[in-house]
């Protein structure tokens, strides 16, 4: 069965925050990066062999071939058609089984940065079980992740694919902003390339009208950049990416959604942090939305997946070692001083910046707590600007929040002892008070580059760390883990 997300988080309360996840019930979630289980032994399987009919062994050859529609390779891509017992034809399909539900990677192709990992997978007893029940079909289709967003990408993948089987799309040439009124061969190939996705305008003639600039706006949301209608630097550079790229960041999205757990909690926030984004789902709807800032490539902000459990209203700030070190040390004492700092010395005969708590604090005044162990949080801030920009990748990998107080009262909301103003009290008395969560909620950090929107249409952002990048170079030749010898 697929789990259909009520509201695909492309849809208007979340457009940017790519991908759609949809739980049926809770399940807990790891505060620290989680070990990859280790593969059993490899080798032919050999022992307790099932014993297929030849029915059975047409399903897991039709479910070999459509191993690509996953963005995977076609597990044994040699085998002859043999007889149903076929020990090569069990294996691949053990293969792409793992493959399918977990991932390609093995423990030590995850980068530090990717926190969220898929459980240990042995496809071995429940394919055994279906065979003997004969309930193949059941146990194939339970295999990819169980969401709407997956199957979304899914259907993208095919759609690019026949894109780039059909020759892609030509790049549209270097020059001046085009808008409404211009007319010439630029705009007859920003045109083309526009039909290329857009249905809703012609490839023909060389206007800017206003067809075009309606059909700008389109892609421009699509892309994540600011519907202005005017297709510059940042709109032609998109709209240059192409289409086999295109087809490795469905490629490489389809994989990360592997590393989900196959239930989500009703009750959870999502943060995309290429999208900049953040979604609270109560009741496995969305709640509430809102813009966030997220790190700045090479302060990148993590993958993972942990509980909040409190909110510290009024946080000092406890300030990184590299930060204070890099960035307020050299600033020297005034400025140190006016800012509201103060200089700790440490047990080891160091020292240490810890900024006093206010509305001028870095974290603002309210800090969301959850354990991991990169030292991230979602926080407040006192610079309100960065929400304003549609590129918002500039922290030091932690999250900073449009909205703080709104999500504050949100997650307190159910606690009598937060109940009413008691809230901004707090805030206002300019004390720091931990607010503990009497039911703590799922939080994840994710990175979606692409996603479907709710009309289908696929959607791209930047893939500002890289990470489709290595991530497709290393499940480019990853041979995934083999199941045991039974």
């Keep these: ?16 925050m790519a991908g759609s996840l949809s739980a049926q019930s809770p399940s807990s979630s790891a505060s620290a990066p989680p070990k990859v289980a280790p593969p059993a032994p490899s080798g032919p399987i050999a ?8 029915a059975q062994a047409k399903q897991l050859r039709r479910m070999l071939d459509a191993a690509p529609a996953h963005g995977l390779p076609r597990y044994g891509d040699s085998l002859t058609e043999g007889t149903p017992d076929d020990p090569a034809l069990i294996q691949a399909a053990m293969d792409y089984a793992h493959a399918v539900h977990g991932g390609r ?31 193949l079909a059941t146990w194939i289709a339970s295999l990819p992740p169980p969401y709407s967003g997956y199957d979304g990408l899914r259907r993208g993948l095919a759609t690019y694919r026949a894109i780039v089987a059909d020759g892609g799309w030509k790049t549209i040439p270097e020059g001046p902003e085009m808008a409404q009124g211009a007319s010439g061969t630029r705009v007859a190939a920003l045109r083309a390339r526009l039909a290329v996705e857009d249905s809703g305008i012609s490839a023909k003639g060389d206007k800017y009208d206003a067809d075009v600039v309606a059909a700008v706006k389109r892609a421009q949301k699509r892309y994540g950049l600011e519907p202005v209608g005017r297709a510059g630097k940042a709109t032609l550079a998109a709209l240059n990416v192409p289409a086999s790229q295109r087809v490795d960041a469905i490629v490489a999205n389809l994989e990360r959604w592997r590393w989900l757990p196959a239930q989500l909690p009703a009750d959870r926030i999502q943060v995309n942090i290429a999208a900049a984004v953040l979604t609270l789902f109560k009741g496995d709807a969305p709640a509430t939305s809102m813009k966030v800032v997220t790190g700045r490539p090479g302060d990148n902000t993590p993958m993972l997946s942990s509980q909040i459990h409190s909110i510290v209203l009024n946080p000092p700030w406890n300030v990184p070692t590299s930060i204070a070190t890099k960035e307020l040390f050299p600033k020297g004492p005034a400025y140190l001083s006016r800012a509201g700092f103060k200089v700790i010395a440490t047990p080891e005969g160091g020292k240490r910046l810890q900024q006093k708590p206010g509305p001028t604090n870095s974290l603002g005044q309210y800090k969301f707590d959850f354990d991991n162990p990169y030292s991230v949080y979602l926080h407040d801030t006192p610079g309100r600007g960065a929400f304003e920009r549609y590129s918002r990748l500039a922290s030091h990998g932690c999250v900073r929040l449009e909205r703080p107080a709104d999500l504050a009262r949100l997650l307190l909301q159910d606690d009598p002892a937060w109940a009413g103003d008691a ?39 930047a893939d500002p760390y890289d990470w489709d990048g290595t991530l497709a170079s290393r499940i480019g030749g990853a041979k ?6 039974r």
Excluded at 1 to 16: G, S
Excluded at 118 to 135: E, H, I, L, Q
Excluded at 436 to 449: D, E, G, M, N
């Design 423 to 461: 809230v901004d009290t707090a805030i206002a008395a300019g004390d720091t008070k931990r607010a503990r969560l009497s039911k703590p909620i799922a939080v994840y950090l994710l990175y979606w580059t692409a996603f479907a929107g709710s009309n289908g249409q696929m959607n791209f952002r």
């Design 105 to 135: 990677l093995r423990e030590g192709d995850y980068l530090k940065d990717w926190g969220l990992r898929p459980t240990g997978f042995d496809p071995w007893p429940s394919f055994v079980a279906a065979v003997k029940d004969d309930r």
């Design 480 to 485: 995934p883990e083999l199941v045991a010898s």
């Design 47 to 54: 022992a307790v062999m099932p014993r297929l009919s030849e």
């Design 1 to 16: 069965m697929r789990i259909v997300a009520k509201t695909l988080l492309a849809a208007p309360l979340a457009m940017v």
